[in-house]
């Protein structure tokens, strides 16, 4: 695997590099790429699926779950096959489970970070990163607050656009070492050196 | 028969409800929500995967056979055994040639990306914030450009030499300079500001997330009220 | 190493290969020839007697050729030369007498001085082998003997009764030893046995002497009747015979029980017994490892079919015990082992009839007497001490008992202080949430609010510089990929946008790589009073796809498959103006901007996110590679008219108070700490 990963990985290179001339050939490699993650994401799927069969063959602790999984799935998936994924009332109904499921698990999110809040200092401790964390917090906590005419006074202004900006500072730092991780990561997979878990 | 936009609301109401008792302890309802909402998303995903993904471009182009389409469209059709062939058996090899050939595409792009999307332009910005036509304004030195600048300059280099000097200090008993804790402590105050300023982010999200929520609800209470 | 020590001798006897040092044969005992030999002394045969060396000199002296020269020539020279005067005198003579003559005369007389010598070393030598022979003899009978013992023990594994120890009143020797140890109970046994003797005592064993015998010596558990009795079969080196039991007999005979420290570890047969430990079958701390069986008729063909049984039920309790079958003259007296193993034959019984001489044989009446005699036992089986092996044996049951512990506690809570639930913690956690949710609720009941004065962030501005410059019937790209979760803030900040552009006349594509915002994202779409229909195009692949459609063209042989499901194919950027995201995550917007946005540098991006994106996304915008973005709140006069604002300065508001109480609880701890730190001080 570790050879195959580095042969099509290095002919992809080059063919990105001379796009011009291998553009059709990156075309259909990518095609491929494209059904290939598909089908990925399906086995995925399936596997998922067959995990909670077992669960419920089994009578496994927690079957019920299962079962409600089972349903659902079978049920989203029957009838969108055979009304179509584009059917108006399948995705009404896709609809009215998704979004406020969704919605409210985003929602139950912010009340868990206020007990987060109260014991990050407590948990973490004083330190450089949690006082700056901490300061930081307050003040673009205040700033969203919206309650003073900042964009009226210049002074304000200029200050509160600075202010602004500090995240600039660490958000790049942080982005330039991430990507800088990445790359010696995708060319180790390269040059075939990946670590194996033993 | 009831309206079927209120049976509707009623059953969001109710599975939003059902996500909050979450706050009473995990239970049985907040279980069913979860895995409702795994269930809907995962059958849908299958649903799309297979209609708008599967047929048109691995089974549909068959039909052209034996034309060039047809044949380069086999090519998929034999990873993608190979890959099911993982699915009944643990140890298979074969399942290694469709993802090795993924995890080298795949690698092969994020070095393509990243130096050219990410590494290439913010390096460059910080250089280019030194150009002289931003530090200089009217024969005379911008100084807010300029200390703009620098601790840009500064507070880059400051960051990443935390991450450095901290997976060093984690790995060598040796004590670190003084100067060295003192730079590294300048990089943790930015990233101490950029992950507040996230957490805001987050928080704004998530309140914006809620507040849609509680609408929902309300709005279903005041019509029977 | 001496070559010598590579040789070896063979026994002229058995023939057995013994070393060369050795004097007696290692296999038989015979004598071997002696390691160093004399000159011209006969080795091969006999050892040449004194007394035939004597003669064989006397008739040398009376030799007539040899009288008369010897005499006459002894008497010149043999005041000058005693010793070389021989030697003269057998030269005078040596043209007379033969040469080897002249030399035994020689040797004679050296060795008359030294005769003596030699004999009596030969004497002693004769003595010391007599003595050493008798001893090697008798250690060598003793070997033979014991080894004998041990295999007619492993091949029989019967116990055998003791036939011939008894004393002179015909008690045996066993019960005597008991009565010794416990003379309150002898009248009792002594008068069962005189009655039993009275009555019966008789050559021939009945079944209810045999059985009466057992309980005396085993104990009140015995009862062959109810339960196996091979359970009860140990190692014992005094089988006892166990009586063919009927039902009515066994009721009172108890059920005999393996005790829990019971081994399968065989008996040392050679060590010496100890006779004063009485024994209890079963009861491996009363065994007596060294005695060995009695000597009961062993050589009746009856006992090996007795002993094969008694092989079989071992195997069938797959206890290899063992049974000392053997017998030998030399343990006879150490028999008095009072450990006996019970066997469950059926041809036992009648072959115990058939012995003569056997044990006194006790009747039902000395059933209390056997009882008295099996509580002796008992007694005396707690005041045993343990053998070693039992004591490892012991140690690696208590191993085995802290393993079974350790398995039966698998998926259990061990330790339950790691599974204790923080109830106080759930309950801070429940107040807070229910806090910010009163909040928001009584700010949503209450209404929209005061309008949010929030500034125009830099790129909120640039994008809406950027879309005002948009003319009318150019295309704007716009990729969607955001969640349901986030779709009510990414639709309050994208919708005004889009609403604005369209207004402008400004085309719009809508295209998305994720499934939900097929349906998701209608709420985006242009009003239809604008009088445009678009349709949400789904790209399959996710990035993948739009880097087919980006940086890939089309075949020269036909069409790839994307390029059949995607409308325009792979000149989805070529005819677009702007390309516009809306996603919720800053990931995806990277990703754009690393595959597709090099490919067409010159098309512009806008971006348009959530709160969460901002700070991630700014870097972009600054290094130009995003023209603008909206993300949160970015303030203006749009923030106005966004509902909920009361709700969201609540919000704020309440986290801000958090966080600070926060950092006043850590404060108050860390004072508390420190004052106790100074009051331990």
Redesign the interface.
Known sequence: ??????????L??AA??F?PIT??Y??????????????????A??????THLRYIAVGRR?FL??L??????????VF??LR???DTQY?????????????????????????A??????VR??????????????????L????????QNSTL?VV???L??????????????A??G??I???R??FGQVVENE | MPDLNLLLTLAGVVLSLMVFSYLLGDNLFFGIAMYILAGVSAGYTAVVLVTKVIIPMMIMPLADFPQIPALLALVPILFSILLLSAMFTKSSKAAGLPLGFLAGLLAALSIAGIARGTLAPQLLSIVNSFDPQLVVSEGLPNWTAIFQAFMMLLGVIAVLFYFHHRSKTKNSLQSPDLWLDGFSGVGQVFIGITFGAVFVGLFGTALSALIASLNRIIDFVRLWI | MSELADQLRTCPNCGQQNAMHSLKCIRCGEVLEDLFAFDDIDTDGEEPTPESISDVLASLNENILLTDQTESESSETAEDQPNGGDEERRSGDASQTPGWLERVRERTREEDSSGEMVKGGQAMDKHRSAGERSQVDQAFDEVIQRIREQSEKERKKTRKMETDLVDENGVPEWLRRIRELHPAHEQDTEQVLTSSQEESFDDEWTDEELQELLRREIGDEYNPGEQPVYNNLTSSDNPEIADDQSEEESGFLPIYEIPEDFHNIPDDDFDEPDNTKPTKPGNPELLDKDEDPPEAGNKDPNIETESQAGVEIQHLIDNPTDFEGGESEKHEEEENKEEFSIIESDTIGEELEEQEGELPVETEESEQAGDRDKKILKSLSTEEEVVPDLLLLRDQRDRAQVLTNIIEQEGHRTIPVLHEKNRQSKLGRLILALLLLAGVIISLVLGPGDNLHLPLSLPAAALQEKTAKLQSGEVVLVVLDYQAATSSEIEELAKPVIDALSYQGVSFRFVTSQPVDLWLGEELLPSKEAGLAVKIEFIPGGLLGYLTLTAGTSPVWGMTPIERVVSGGTKLLDETSLVMIISDSPDFVRNWLEQISPWHPDLPTLAISTSLSEAMILPYFESGQLSGFLAGHPGGEGQNQQANQRAWQVGMLIMMVVLILGMITKAEADAAEKDEGHNHA
């Open positions: 695997m570790v050879v195959i990963a580095a042969v099509s990985g290095i992809f290179l990105l590099f796009q553009s059709s990156l075309n259909v490699v990518l095609n491929w790429a494209i059904v290939l993650t598909a089908i990925t994401l399906l086995v799927i399936s596997n998922l699926v067959i927690g779950f299962s409600v999984f089972i349903a659902t799935f079978a049920a989203t998936f969108g096959i179509g994924s584009d995705l009404r109904w896709i609809k009215a489970i998704q979004l406020p499921l969704e919605t409210a698990l985003l929602g139950l999110l912010a009340l868990v970070m206020m007990s809040a109260i014991k990050i200092f407590r401790g004083w330190s450089i990163l949690t006082v700056s964390f901490g300061l930081s917090a307050l003040l673009f906590l205040f969203n607050l919206g309650f003073f005419p900042i964009a202004f509160v656009t600075a602004q900006k500090l995240p600039v500072v660490g958000a790049r730092g942080l982005l330039i070492g990507a800088l990445a790359v990561a995708a060319l997979v390269l």
